[in-house]
């Protein structure tokens, strides 16, 4: 139900619904219309979602609606730069794999628990040349300049 939504996106964005309603300009007993799940429209559900950082559909809970996760990695990728967006890619398709492999190896359904990464030691797997550079640059004296 989209009062589900909006409650689960306010508790993760740590807003409450009148703070909500005071961003967008409007009056409380909008939100609690919305609590009652009565859906906003157009351009009022448009701001909620910009406001809390996800899609109109998924506050609507539309069939292949990307998750506020699904959102942010999106909006993520598109403000890296072109070497950000590589690693992404092949942490991605690495991750794909090993839950693939995961899951035909238990014929269990996908679990989607969360497990934190050292994306630093991942980058550093996929270019390891880079740490012996780094040490390299560490290691040069340093020279007044002339």
Same mark, same amino acid.
């Given at each position: 139900m989209f009062? $589900?939504?909006?409650?689960e996106a306010l508790k993760t964005n740590q807003i409450t619904g009148n703070a909500l309603c005071k961003r967008l300009g409007m009056e409380n007993r909008n939100y609690t219309n919305w609590r =009652? =799940?009565?859906i906003p429209r157009g351009e009022t559900l448009k701001q909620i979602a $910009?406001?809390?950082?996800v899609s109109t559909d998924w506050?609507?809970?539309r069939e292949g609606a990307n998750t506020p996760d699904e959102e942010?990695?999106?909006r993520d990728y598109k403000d890296t730069d072109t070497g950000g967006k590589r690693i992404i890619l092949n942490i991605a398709d690495m991750e794909a794999k090993r839950s693939r492999s995961d899951r035909e190896q238990s014929d269990e359904p996908l679990n989607n628990t969360t497990k934190k990464i050292n994306f !630093? $030691?991942?980058a550093m797997k996929q270019? *390891?040349?880079h740490q012996e550079q780094q040490n390299q640059e560490d290691n040069e004296e340093l020279? *007044? !300049?002339?």
């Open positions: 009062s $589900d939504r909006l409650a =009652n =799940n009565k $910009d406001v809390l950082n506050l609507l809970e942010k990695l999106l !630093f $030691d991942l270019n *390891p040349n020279k *007044p !300049f002339a």
